[in-house]
């Protein structure tokens, strides 16, 4: 075999994997396994979410060393996938170059899902998400048009722009200027609900949560990485919130209720949830299991603080079972549990923290802003908390089961099930 293109084709699905959406500990754990299924002597992975870089030994004693930059990201799980699916082909057939490339490509140009599915799931995740913190029917159709809205705009913006505080700061000024001005029309109650609902399209508290979870684990570059990014994403949000405030002499905040009827929460972030899972591109039966995953982790939120009224404790076994639910459906669908895990756990994303903090520091209300960052980042550690509890215990149940969960450079040779 030609290894210079085996290991050019591991580092072009590598970097397809990151840019679809893979969690970087499990990007490495890819490149292991399909380094380590070609037999070479010796296989070292290094990625970050902006490098991935592979040195490998061939039994024939030479080093072959290549490098990828990667410059932006998308989430499209639906690719993600299939990438994944091609990961398991490999490890388990090792094919030669030419038809890894072919089977690469084949991925590669799958056509994507229609157009209008992307304003449908915008909206439904914008709106969902509206009517689940406090919104009337008046605020869901202004939640409406701004989802319909950030879609088209941020299509476009997106093939433009790749900064995502330059990104965040134009969609979420845009958003507001429209909010405000529906508000004092008499069109919408509560403005800073139906923000903060359509601030979930732009949210970066997963970012936190996951570079939190990846410094817990000791992939401290990572996860400095991702928090910095989503906080220069959060950054965007503040300044185009900000300006807009400023520039329609600002307005009062009248804080956020979840809705008062728990079975129309339960519903509400379900279909919300639905709409992100169609965002990200996510298809068939997976969507459906996406809103189930949903539901029940914000039933268990609620029953949780209805016996024990702590956020950081109903937070924590929330995300316990979602994280446990992903694993379980990872493993049934033979697919990645982020597909699973990502739309189920937004009814837990501290959306409306980030977006009162944000408020705190543009109406000069240090003690709000405080208040509100406490409880993002304890919001985002407990999440964090919940996956690493059920990551260790699922590396336990497997290691009795004598099946390999992750891999790493020190793993003997040989195929494995994977």
Known sequence: ???????????????????????????????????????????????????????????????????????????????????????????????????????????????????????????????????????????????????????????????????????????????????????????????????????????????????????????????????????????????????????LDGMSSEGFILNNNMPIQLISCTIACIGFAMWFKIRGWQVVYSGIGAFFTWAIYLAVFEVRPSNFLATLVASVFVASYAFVMSRVNKAPSTIFLTASVFPLIPGPNLYYMMYGCVSKDVNLALSEMLVLFTTCLAIAFGFIIVDVASRAILHVLKTDYRIGKSSKLGKEKY
């Open 1 to 247: 075999m030609n290894y210079n293109k085996i290991v050019q084709n591991i580092l072009d699905v590598g970097e397809a994997l990151l840019k679809s959406g893979a969690e970087n500990f499990r990007l490495e754990d890819s490149l292991y396994r399909m380094c380590r299924s070609y037999g070479f002597k010796r296989y070292d992975v290094y990625a970050v979410p902006s490098n991935i870089q592979i040195t490998v030994e061939t039994q024939e004693g030479e080093f072959i060393t290549q490098i990828r930059q990667i410059e932006s990201t998308d989430i499209d799980f639906e690719r993600l996938d299939y990438l994944n699916n091609l990961s398991r082909y490999v490890c388990a057939n090792t094919p030669d170059e030419e038809e890894f490339h072919k089977r690469y490509m084949e991925v590669m140009q799958r056509k994507g899902p229609h157009p209008a599915v992307k304003y449908f799931a915008g909206i439904m995740g914008g709106a969902g998400f509206a009517v689940f913190f406090g919104c009337g029917f008046a605020d869901a159709l202004v939640a409406v048009l701004v989802s319909f809205m950030i879609v088209a705009v941020g299509g476009w913006l997106g093939k433009h722009e790749s900064n995502l505080l330059i990104y965040n700061m134009i969609l979420a000024f845009l958003s507001e200027i429209v909010i405000l001005i529906s508000a004092r029309a008499g069109v919408g109650i509560y403005p800073d609900r139906i923000m903060i609902g359509i601030v979930m399209l732009l949210i970066s508290g997963l970012g936190v949560t996951n570079g939190i979870r990846e410094i817990l684990q000791r992939d401290f570059i990572s996860g400095a990485l991702n928090i910095m990014n989503a906080m220069l994403g959060a950054a965007g949000i503040a300044f185009g919130i900000a300006l807009a405030i400023l520039m």
